[in-house]
Every structure is written in C-alpha cells, then in structure tokens.
C-alpha cells in the first residue's frame, strides 16, 4: 500500500478542486451548486491550516467528500462531508451553518465532531464520549458514521506524519471501533483498507514481511488466477450463463489473522487467494456453486450460504473453498450483482437520500437497534467494553426451540444465550441443551445450534460464571445480582473484593477530622462497639454497603496480575499490586486489607459427574445438600427421566480443591435413591 503523493502548492489544491468538481456530474445543477459552494467555504476557512504531512488542510475534508461520492451518497452528505471540521477547528457556529447549509447539514457536522470537556483528567474519557455521541447521532441519520468512515480512512492514509505513539493509539483506535464498524455496515472496501493500513503501524514487521511475499509471488499467482478464470469461463458459456470473474488476493490483515489464529508462518499459508463469480440471479448462483464442485474437489467444512442465511448486515453470497489441481486451495465467492453491490457498499447502498426524501430505504439496520439499546442500557463507564464485545465482535447465528433466530458474540455460552432472551432466565438458568443434547453451561456455543434453557426457582447466579461469560449485557446482569444478593462479594472495575470471614470484630482508631467513619470489614461498626453478624454484613464506610472499587494509580494492576486491596478512609477499596512497595507505608495496613481477585479469575476446582438414582421427587434438592455440605457449590446441573423410569442427572460442581470431591461423591452415594455416581470428562 503505497504512501498517498502529497499536494503542497496552491496550483495543486486548484487542480484537485477543479478535478472534483467534475467528479459531481450526476447531481442535479443546483446540488453541484451548493456543493462547490461548500467546498470553497471550507477553503476559506481552512486557508491558513496545515495538516502534519505539510498540506494544506482542504485536502483532508476534499478526500472525505470524494469517499462519499464512491460510496454515492447525496449531496446533503457531501456537504456535510466538506465542512464536517468547521465547528471543531473554526470559528464559525453551528447556527451560521445551518443557516448556510440547512438543519440537515448542520446536525451531522454536530454529530461528527468532538466533544470537549473541559479540564478532562483522562483523554480516553473524551474520546469515549466523543464515540458515545456520534454513535448515538448515527441512530438519527446513518450518514454520520458514514462521514466518520470516510474520515478515518484519509487520516490512516497520512497517519506516518504523526509521532510513533500517537500512530499506535490512533491505529489501535480504528482496529479496535472503527474497522469492525465498516464490518458490521457491510462495507467491506473500507473495512479492508483500515485493517490493512492498522496492521501498517501497529506491526509494521509484520506488514512488510506480507508486503515483500505477496509482491515476490505476483507473478506466478497472475498465472494460476488465469488459468482458473479460463476453466471457469469455459465452463458457464457451455452452460449458458453469462458472468463476470475478478481474482484477487486476500489482504494483509487477513492473511496475518490466518498466521496468527493457526500459528503457522508465512510460508504455511496457502489458502490466500480467491475469485470473486458474478451473476444474475440467486438461482444461478447456486448452479454455478454445482459446475465450480464439479470442476474441483470442494473442502470439507468450507461452504457458507449466506444467501439463505445472510449476515445481520444484509450481505449475501455463497463461499466455498476447492482443491485446484495444482493442489493449491482456492476461495470461491459466488453472488449477484446486487448483492456485489451491498457487499462493497453495505448500509450505504441502501441509503440513497433524494431532495430530503429518503429513497429507497430499507428497514433500519439491526445495528442501529442494537446501539440505541445499548445506549439506553449500559452506563457511560461500560459503554467501551460493551460497545467491542457485544457489538462490533465477530457473532454466531443461534436458534431458539420455536425457531427464532438469535445473534450473539463468538464464544458466547448457553448463559449468555439466557439473558440475551430475558434477566429473568438468565438468573435462574439451570442448564442447557444445544441440539437436544446437554451441554456444559461454559461451552461456547456454536453457529446453528438450536439452543433450550432449563430454569429453576433455586437457581441463582454465581461468581464462577463472571470467569467464562462473554457478553457485556450478562456479565453486568450477574455483577449486579451478586452485589445485591451477595453480601460477601463486592464486584466494581471487573474486581471481586472478598469480605474477611470468621474474624474478630476490627475497631479502628478514629483519625482528627473522621469521627463517626466506619473502616470495618464488616465484622463491627467502627467506635461503637456493637456486634454484627459477620455472615450477612458486607464491606462498609460509614454503613455503605455499595462502595466503589479504584486501581490504583502508582502500580496500575492489570488482569492477571496478583492484587491485594485495602480500605481508604473517604475513597472506597483501592486495589494495589500485591509486590507494590507503597504497600510499606499504609498505616495500619494490616487491619484494612481485604481479599480480591480479579472476576474473571478462579483458584478453585471444577468436577463433572453422572448420577443415576431411583425416580423419588426432592432428589436435586437432597444432592445440592450433599455439595453444600462440603463447602461445593453447583454450578450446573440436570436430572431427566430415562426410558427404564429411574433418573439420570449431570452436574458440575465447584470445589476449594480437587480432592474434596471424594467426600462429595461419598456424601452423594449416601442419598438412599442414589444408584451410581460417575465422573464425567472434564470441560
């Protein structure tokens, strides 16, 4: 990918100005009117600013307004685009521009820029809500992000001016929102590029090793593409049907995520090219997938119809993988030329604003849904992490019992699969089947399964579920059940702060200017001298019982790393690394401390068995018995009833260690129903 040729002189700006205009030729007059009206407005008022490549800042908002035109959108977006910098880096209000431009314009240019909150400590917070708003203004008007795109792909195009830390946080940004974002609006062409152009800075080794191979290897691929193309071609005139074949080779970014995801080396990947078959209609595509097998051997477990099942995006297209007989592996796409058309293009393609009308609109995306909900739901401080798990991750296609289709993250589980249809569900699920066969409620879930959850009034949440679950939405849900219901866990910034148990009530000595503070760990209330029960207290301050969880600053604790906390007179648990050296000069450190871990981390042991007993009825109630008994707690588990009468059960259960499930299945096999006790493979 080549750097882009940089425009310095006024002569050059002239000449590309003059170059766009004629690139506006399909709208009416009066819209290129107010078009080149915009753009010499953005001149004028850009005239003295300068990019960090030296050019003139007009060629960033002319480079927008051409990605709008290729993703041919309307003169309003155009517009909007050309002039979408002016309220951040001008002088002029929104209120002259929308007397200028009109409500339309004005509102999206509001919509892309940045929110400035003053005195920020943390520019992520900035930039968080910045992202926040804009995607909020999308659910109103599509051609905000649009904008937004089109922007980023120009400043990833120039991004090698910029100072190497600011090249990674930049890239990072984009890999990590907006990339999948072009993903999840169907449009591939933009996705592509950003991935590629992340991938340039954020491991520029890697980049140009895939560079130098893809390069080094064009000719003789120009070759083999050719020599498919002819057999293809060959083949669909002998049956009369009329297409159009594009080669290609897969990009970078892809072909590093194959190396990465297969751990294999550069030279390992075979599998990196592809052609592209375009034609008429849904029926032909299937008959061209038929000839293409015919033609070559197809590869087991590579056939995709996303025709009869397409992407929530609206993509559509057969994808299939064959074995040539140069015995290199080929990627075969087949679809229509509509739908080559939303695959380039996606959301853009459907959203064709006409005289303030829109033209041809499909229904709202399900994206835009999922964000307003999102939006609505998830407090400002999850709104990241929600926003790139539950949003713009890579999703399976899962069914419920009545058929209805449910789209979730890759490596949900049947848990996350609960609170998706209701909290109510999820908060009593019990267990799962996927395909009418039990399933571990820890499994990931796989594409097409039909997915059945089993409830129970006794089920409830449970701290191990934090370690495995993969959605934001249900890893809030149980957070909250278990600092409602939960009074030994306290859980905040994705740490579990554990109260001390079985310990002698703790009287701290009041400080001048902190009468009345309670700095217990809720075995006693401060100064008082009264005795509470240490089983149903929580961690307190001054009788608080929801206190905020902080890292802290000096060793900034990541997960995985090993962590002590302690309670600050004023500022809730602060959480520490447990080798930090400010540790030493806490005062009465000894008395404050407190045991956390971090959620999605467990020290503890996990059993699989089978039980078979007699058909009696409290049986689950008398084997949840048994686990208690022994300091267990179940985390899974089902009983039916087999063909003999008697019932067969499977369950999971969490143990301090490993070996205290002997005196479970001891505790077990003396239930006098009980039959047989079995372990089953662990998961």
Not at 290 to 311: E, S, T
């Amino acid at each position: 990918m080549k750097d882009m040729p940089l425009i310095n002189t006024p002569e050059q700006v002239d000449e590309m100005i003059q170059s766009f205009s004629k690139e506006l030729h399909h709208f009416e007059k009066e819209e290129q009117d107010r078009i080149m009206e915009a753009c010499l407005w953005a001149r004028e008022l850009h005239f003295h600013q300068k990019r960090a490549s030296g050019e003139f800042y007009i060629i960033h908002p002319l480079s927008v307004a051409r990605t709008l035109l290729e993703l041919q959108l309307d003169a309003t977006a155009v517009i909007a685009g050309l002039l979408h910098d002016i309220l951040e880096d001008t002088a002029v209000k929104r209120k002259e521009l929308e007397e200028r431009f009109g409500s339309d314009v004005a509102r999206i240019v509001a919509g892309v820029t940045k929110i400035n909150i003053v005195n920020v400590k943390n520019k992520s917070v900035q930039e968080r809500e910045t992202i926040r708003k804009m995607l909020l203004a999308m659910n109103r008007d599509i051609r905000v992000i649009l904008i937004k795109l089109a922007d980023k792909r120009h400043n990833m195009n120039t991004l090698q001016y910029m100072r190497p830390d600011k090249q990674k946080r930049i890239a990072r940004e984009c890999l990590d929102i907006y990339a999948p974002l072009a993903g999840k609006l169907g449009i591939y062409s933009i996705k592509t590029e950003l991935e590629d152009l992340c991938l340039k800075f954020l491991k520029p080794h890697v980049y140009k090793e895939i560079e130098e191979f893809l390069n080094r290897e064009m000719g003789e691929r120009h070759d083999f593409l050719k020599k498919i193309e002819e057999t293809i071609l060959t083949a669909t005139r002998e049956e009369g049907i009329a297409v159009t074949l594009k080669a290609r080779s897969k990009h970078m970014f892809s072909i590093y995520r194959k190396m990465k995801t297969k751990g294999r080396e550069l030279s390992e990947i075979y599998d990196f090219l592809g052609i592209r078959i375009l034609c008429r209609t849904s029926t032909q595509c299937y008959t061209l997938l038929g000839l293409v097998h015919h033609i070559y051997k197809p590869l087991d477990g590579r056939f995709k119809d996303y025709i009869a099942m397409p992407k929530e995006n609206g993509y559509k297209s057969l994808h299939t993988s064959v074995m040539t007989p140069a015995g290199r592996p080929l990627e075969v796409q087949i679809r229509t030329y509509k739908m080559n058309e939303t695959a380039e293009y996606g959301v853009a393609a459907h959203w064709a604003y006409k005289e303030g009308r829109k033209a041809g609109v499909h229904k709202q995306p399900p994206l835009l849904k999922k964000l307003k909900d999102m939006s609505e739901k998830v407090k400002s401080s999850e709104f990241m992490d929600s926003l790139k798990q539950d949003i713009l991750t890579d999703t399976i296609v899962v069914f419920t019992p009545q058929g209805d289709t449910i789209e979730l993250p890759k490596g949900s589980t049947a848990i996350d699969f609960a609170y998706h249809i209701h909290s109510h569900i999820g908060e009593h699920c019990l267990s799962a089947k996927a395909n009418d066969a039990i399933i571990p409620l820890n499994r990931p879930l796989k594409s097409t399964q039909t997915v059945c959850i089993q409830t129970s009034p006794e089920a409830h949440p449970h701290l191990n579920w934090l370690r495995f679950l993969k959605t934001n939405r249900a890893r809030s849900k149980v957070r909250a059940w278990l600092n409602k219901h939960d009074s030994d866990v306290l859980i905040d910034r994705n740490v579990v702060a554990r109260k001390k148990s079985r310990l002698n009530p703790v009287c701290l000595p009041e400080k001048k200017g902190e009468k009345g503070k309670d700095l217990s760990l809720g075995e006693g209330t401060g100064n008082t001298g009264k005795m509470m029960d240490h089983q149903k207290v929580g961690v307190s301050i001054n009788r608080e019982r929801n206190l905020m969880i902080h890292l802290a600053g000096c060793c900034k604790p990541a997960p995985g790393d090993r962590i002590i906390g302690f309670i600050s007179r004023g500022r809730g648990i602060i959480v520490h690394k447990s080798d930090c050296s400010n540790l030493q000069g806490i005062h009465d450190f000894e008395e404050r401390k407190i045991h956390v871990e971090w959620e999605n981390w467990s020290n503890k042991a996990i059993e699989s068995f089978r039980v078979n007993a007699r058909n009696v009825p409290d049986l689950f109630s008398e084997l949840e018995g048994a686990i208690r008994k022994q300091g267990g707690h179940l985390v899974s588990g089902s009983i039916t009833e087999t063909d003999r009468g008697d019932l067969e059960g499977f369950f999971s259960v969490e143990m301090n260690r490993i070996e205290d499930y002997k005196k479970i299945a001891k505790n077990i096999r003396a239930i006098p129903a009980v039959m047989n006790i079995q372990k089953e493979k662990r998961y």
